[in-house]
């Protein structure tokens, strides 16, 4: 009786020992970093929508945060791309954030109630001579805090300058209302700190 717990404990001791270089030898999973994440770095690009990017989100830019006040995802056939308007600074500003074949396209936009162009006019503002680029319809959906109703359908027609360092953008929400000019220019996502929005509370 007394040799057979001697082989017991022997065994036991042994597979113990097994288990534990077993153990060790595993590679560890390293950490993964808690905090807040930028969801315009080019990783998160595939994750990127409004559910990152909404009203109650801060995006930092030439040193102002601002806050995400409302947001409209606009639907063009298979195109889809987000406009945010963006409080903080002297004036609201309107962020836009494009997926054009693969690569993040980001403007800045300020609207001109002091231009009076239609489509058609000879597009030079600021001195600098804009040339159309894209006109078209599309169907949108807004949230938060844009001004705009729940949905519907609008028209657009951009402009571009000729070296690509400023923009021009007529918008116009409903046949019977005058276009809405603004400017804009471009951005990069390195110029840029987002932190995203709140989850929305449950019901």
């Known amino acids: ?6 082989i017991v404990a022997a065994v036991l001791f042994i597979a113990s020992i097994v288990v534990l270089v077993i153990a060790l030898r595993r590679p560890k999973q390293p950490a993964q970093p808690k905090g807040r994440t930028d969801p315009l770095s080019f990783n998160a690009m595939p994750q990127f929508g409004p559910r990152q990017l909404g009203p109650g989100a801060i995006v930092s830019w030439g040193g102002i945060d601002y806050v995400v006040r409302g947001s ?10 987000w406009e945010h308007l963006l409080e903080g600074g002297d004036q609201p500003v309107w962020f836009t954030v494009e997926d054009d074949d693969g690569r993040l396209k980001l403007v800045m ?16 503002v600021d001195g600098v001579t804009f040339r159309e680029t894209e006109r078209g319809r599309s169907s949108y959906t807004s949230e938060g805090t844009t001004g705009l109703p729940a949905g519907g359908e609008m028209e657009f027609l951009d402009c571009t300058s000729a070296d690509g360092s400023a923009m021009l953008s007529f918008e116009r929400w409903a046949p019977d209302m005058p276009w809405e000019i603004s400017t804009g220019k471009p951005v990069l996502p390195g110029e840029l700190t987002v932190y995203p929005a709140p989850p929305p509370s449950g019901p």
Do not use: A, C, S
């Open 72 to 81: 409209v995802t606009f639907r063009e056939g298979p195109f889809v791309w």
């Open 1 to 6: 009786m007394g040799t057979l717990l001697v």
């Open 109 to 124: 936009w300020v609207t001109r109630k002091d231009l009076t162009l239609q489509p058609g006019d000879q597009y030079v």
